[in-house]
């Protein structure tokens, strides 16, 4: 996978082989090997794909407060198709912000759990024809290429329109809390080489445990659910 531009939504995912090394570096034992605990249905994700309703809300509970997104298929049909599987088998519970650029971007969807990030790093969609611009408050999937979108979303802080002609696609907006996003930590800043952020590669190998001990601050998603949704004001 290719790294994106400094200014741009991070990679979602790295080679296969590095992540195995890292994983084995950190001493993970294979699923069926941790002391007989049942297996998280997400380590396997071929059998979760489904299609999500044509609109819906989501519900998301964070550190900093709550945030409510509109989410519309229209937008961009195979990423709202992934958001909603991963949100309603909690992907996203218990996760951080890992990379917040001030006035730009807030990126999310690294699981807590290495393996589970390992079994989804590989998943990739293809691109959405752009329907939406990349205005404040919008959410769109990170890529680092072409057809390379997995997990890792992001909120757009401010309009960002030069992210249009890159390919990225959003698939919902903030309708409430916009200024609880903007209020994610950030002082850690973008991750390695732009920053002193989190090193996406080790957490994507290590989850919630290297990112907890060394950036404790950063804000945490601790739920998100689809909520009832009429269709009725949006």
Not at 26 to 51: F, I, K, M, W
Not at 83 to 104: A, C, E, K, S
Not at 122 to 144: H, I, M, Q
Not at 193 to 207: C, D, N, S, V
Request: proline share 6%.
């Amino acid at each position: 996978m290719r790294a994106s531009r400094a200014d741009s939504p991070g990679p979602t995912g790295f080679l296969a082989l590095g992540l195995v090394l890292l994983l084995a570096a950190c001493g993970s034992e294979p699923v069926e090997q941790r002391g007989g605990r049942e297996v998280n249905a997400l380590y396997a994700p071929d059998r979760l794909h489904v299609e999500a309703p044509d609109s819906f809300r989501v519900a998301v509970a964070t550190s900093e407060g709550e945030l409510t997104l509109l989410v519309k298929r229209e937008w961009a049909p195979r990423g709202v198709d992934r958001f909603y599987t991963l949100v309603t088998n909690d992907f996203y519970d218990d996760i951080r912000v890992h990379r917040v650029v001030p006035g730009r971007v807030a990126q999310f969807g690294l699981n807590g759990d290495g393996l589970v990030n390992s079994a989804w790093m590989e998943e990739y969609l293809v691109d959405d024809p752009r329907v939406l611009s990349n205005v404040g408050g919008t959410l769109a999937f990170a890529k680092g290429g072409a057809n390379d979108r997995t997990t890792q979303v992001f909120i757009n802080l401010n309009d960002n329109l030069g992210l249009d002609d890159q390919g990225f696609a959003p698939f919902a907006r903030v309708v409430d809390g916009m200024e609880v996003a903007r209020a994610f930590h950030s002082e850690y800043g973008d991750g390695p080489p732009q920053g002193e952020g989190p090193y996406q590669m080790q957490a994507l190998a290590q989850g919630n445990e290297y990112l907890d001990a060394e950036f404790p601050q950063l804000t945490r998603i601790d739920s998100m659910r689809v909520v009832p949704f009429d269709g009725g004001m949006q």
